[in-house]
């Protein structure tokens, strides 16, 4: 499913086709969101065909596990046209110029590179926590921005997508007429998500820790390894989208503006908390796996107590009933008629003397 918007100095217009998206690129004061849900082979060619995006991003875009990165074609140095800079420098405010062939040389003419080849490729991570499954689940976002577009393509729903379109069409939108702030823009949103998913997380670490320590449910252990694995998961998604956000702070590409990196900065901020709170929630979950851990110990010393003072107890009768059970004739009160009264008693005042002294040794 494909989604495309386009503006023209704040004035947008619907009802676009794909037929005239090379004509409506072509000019620079034209910004256009296209949006990929569920991309096909005839999205992949249109990529290819109008955008002339590199064949290594657009299979990294179609991937679902993709690490996050971002990538930087057409930066200042890319003589061969590989997409890969041969001299990695900061991206200047002048055109870019490329020497010609030996015909245009002898000419003594130099041509501009189109500042529309210049594009980053970055992957970026949507997050969303679900209590009824106790689980993370994380998709990525793969987003092409060149100096007058935005491309994302995706897999299923990002509620963070139509969200931010809807922020940028509304009426007297904060958003500039800049693709620089529609990235901003999406990225803060889908970032600024991962505080209340980590809420819900410590939420959930202190239900876990109320189910040990009062009702002991032995189900939580498996809880507290899934929470665990999903937060892990979580932090080697996170760590890898600051350096992310690094690269784009470095202005390789004249995309973003200098007034762009306070925003971008925020963005990096707030990665940066979120990376301490998971860290936070993860020494917490590890913490009561630790008294879970402990308590069952504890109880089994207890239930090895409790037998073993039964056995004790135990002991003593038989002992008792072995005494009086041995098979001599001439064996001391044998003719006693209510022997079997007084060994029954006997064992009834030693069983009694061992639970009172148990007890007062808080053994019971």
Known sequence: MRTMILSQHGRFQNGLTIENLAALLSDPQ?????????????????LRREFGFHPLAIEDATRSHERPKVDTYGVPGDLDGDGVADVMTEAAEEPLLIPLGPADAAQGEEKETPLGRAYYFVVFYAAAY???????????????????????????????IPATMA????????????????????????????????????????????TIFIRFDERSIETIF????????????????????????????????????????????HIVRVTDNIDTYR????????????????RLNQIMKVLTVFSIILMADALITGFYGQNFKYFPDLDFSLGSFWSLILMAIVTLALVIYFRRREWL
């Not at 034209?30 to 249109?46: F, K, S, V, Y």
């Not at 917490?284 to 504890?298: F, K, T």
Request: aromatic share 6%; proline share 7%; net charge negative.
């Open 130 to 160: 679900h209590p009824e499954e106790d689980h993370i689940e994380a998709r990525p976002v793969n987003m092409f921005i060149g100096a007058n577009y935005l491309v994302t393509v995706h897999q299923g729903p990002i509620p963070h």
């Open 30 to 46: 034209n910004l256009i969101w296209l949006d990929i849900q569920d991309p096909t082979q005839e999205d992949m060619a249109l």
């Open 167 to 210: 922020r940028w069409r509304a009426p007297k939108s904060p958003l500039a007429h800049r693709v620089s702030a529609l990235v901003h823009a999406l990225l803060d949103a889908m970032v600024d998500d991962y505080f209340p998913l980590m809420d819900q997380v410590a939420d959930r670490a202190e239900d876990l820790e109320d």
């Open 283 to 298: 020494d917490l979950l590890s913490s009561a796996l630790d008294s879970y851990l402990s308590l069952q110990g504890n």
């Open 226 to 269: 899934r929470l665990k694995k999903d937060l892990l998961a979580m932090r080697r998604i996170v760590a890898p989208e600051r350096d992310v956000l690094n690269v784009l702070l470095r202005r390789q590409l004249p995309i973003f503006a200098a007034e762009d990196v306070a925003y971008l900065q925020d963005v990096y901020d």
